[in-house]
């Protein structure tokens, strides 16, 4: 087996791993860890160099460098957060210019997807949260009712987790590149 197979596989299991997680935290804690991206970003540049040699190193930070371009201007206008535009950055800095194309687009469509869920689920839990207040006055309880919160950050803005569409956008270029099955998950 040539050197190159471990560290690809090694390479796209990090970068499962650290979509995987960095969407688990978006969504619970509504933030995207430095603690993850930074070392992150290390690895892919340390593999991208021992794959590919100082060529790996350059197309890894070409990487790097269009995927933080892609999501600034989202984030300049208020529609995602600095961990979104660090985290397709980190993704770029690992798959390389040419699968982020994939990776961007993918995320594009799957974004739209959950934007459009997100507020299908806002309109029903308004109307469940209505419906629920209106119970609970007619039969005359008090105190507080059980209500799913919503989620902000500090300005009161809702915000929506960004990050899950990322680690789709990550799944389904790995998948249509056939790195799933190299790795034998599927």
Known sequence: MPIDEPINAALH????????????????????PNIVLFPAL????????????????????????????????????????????????????????Q????VGAATLISGGVLGVLYITWRVVKAKLTVYTEHLVRLRGATGPSILISDTHDISGKTYIP???AIAFGTYYAMWDLGYFSQLGLA
């Open 162 to 164: 960004y990050a899950p």
């Open 99 to 102: 699968t982020l194309f994939i």
């Open 42 to 97: 290390l690895l892919a540049l340390v593999y991208s160099t021992a794959l590919a040699g100082f060529t790996g190193f350059v197309e890894s930070l070409m990487g790097l460098a269009l995927g933080m371009a892609a999501f600034y201007p989202f984030y300049a206008t208020g529609g995602t957060s600095a961990g979104d535009v660090k985290l397709l950055g980190v993704v770029g800095a690992f798959v390389g210019v």
């Open 13 to 32: 299991l990090t970068l499962l791993l650290v979509v995987t997680l960095c969407a688990v935290t978006d969504i619970v804690e509504n933030r995207i």
